[in-house]
């Protein structure tokens, strides 16, 4: 005898697929939701069902946007001689929390890691190179995170950024060795935003 209905089952199941999900937690939210009135159920998948046809990449910085340039990039009093460079969108979203940072940004969508064949070629990073060299681009903020990762990415992108006439620099303190950006609070992130120290080629 089936105790879980199988459209339930299914749900759970697409529910698991979410990082950060287990089975237990699947359930709870599965549960959760068949309890909602159809209304608000339905309201949740025509959402889901128009986000990819909805959001695109912004051709500038590579943030999910409806819009392209990006409401960021399209903003004319944004600094466009600064340069944050992040790891993934929700990064970007943070330091934007903070209202401490003017420029404009690009996002790597991901971090250099060799053991999962991720390499310079599967990040932004020649579109990177590709703005910096349209001119106009004075300072490149790091702001990758403090995880090896995140290190050994900032680390390439020193050495990378030598043979451009920009400034490098990186976040400065309070952010804690090993701790994703996406994670800092809004005071934490923004003391290391305006603490920003150059970097020594």
Known sequence: MQAVPPALERLITELTRLPGIGSKTATRLALYILRRPASETQALAEVLA???????????CFAFSE????PICGDGRRNTRLICVVEEPGDMMVIERTASFKGVYHILHGVLSPIDGIGPEELK??????RITQGGVEEILLATSSTVPGEATASYLIDQLEKYPVRVTRLACGIPMGMDIKYADEHTLAHAINSRQPMKR
Do not use: A, M, Q
């Open 50 to 60: 128009t986000l990819h046809t909805s959001i695109r990449l912004c051709s500038g």
């Open 125 to 130: 990073i020649r579109e990177l190179y590709n």
């Open 67 to 70: 819009t392209d340039p990006c």
